[in-house]
C-alpha cells in the first residue's frame, strides 16, 4: 500500500514563508515527476509546481520567483518552499506522485492559510 503524506501547512501573515514536506512511502514503481497542486475554495486544482527525477523544475506563473520545490529521489520525498506569501496563496496544496508504470498518487493535503 502506498502513503503520501503532507506536512508544514499552517497559518502564516502575507510576507511571511512556509515549508511543505511530501513523503511517499510504501511499494511502488520508480517515481518519475513529482508535483504539488493547490486547490482554493470554489475553484479548480491547479498545479504549482512540479520536479522530475532528473530535476527539471516548472513553475505556475503565479509562483515564480517566490516558490521553489525539490525533491530527494533516494527518500521519495519532496519540498516546496514558499516565500513571500500572499492571501492569494490560501488553498489546500495537495502532494502528486506519478509512476514509471503510470500509476498516480496523491495525498490528503495540508491547508495553507496566508491572512493578517
Known amino acids: 500500500q502506498v502513503q503520501v503524506v503532507e506536512s508544514g501547512g499552517g497559518l502564516v501573515q502575507p510576507g511571511g514563508s512556509l515549508r511543505l514536506s511530501c513523503v511517499v512511502s510504501g511499494t511502488l514503481y520508480r517515481i518519475i515527476t513529482m508535483a504539488w497542486y493547490r486547490q482554493a475554495p470554489g475553484k479548480q486544482r491547479e498545479l504549482v509546481a512540479s520536479?522530475?527525477?532528473?530535476?527539471?523544475?516548472n513553475y505556475a506563473d503565479s509562483v515564480k520567483g517566490r516558490f521553489s520545490i525539490s525533491r530527494d529521489n533516494g527518500k521519495n520525498t519532496m519540498y516546496l518552499q514558499m516565500n513571500s506569501l500572499e492571501p492569494e496563496d490560501t488553498a489546500v496544496y495537495y502532494c502528486?506522485?506519478?509512476?514509471?508504470?503510470?500509476?498516480?498518487?496523491w495525498g490528503q493535503g495540508t491547508q495553507v492559510t496566508v491572512s493578517s
Open positions: 502528486n506522485a506519478d509512476t514509471v508504470n503510470g500509476r498516480t498518487y
Open positions: 520536479v522530475t527525477g532528473g530535476g527539471t523544475q
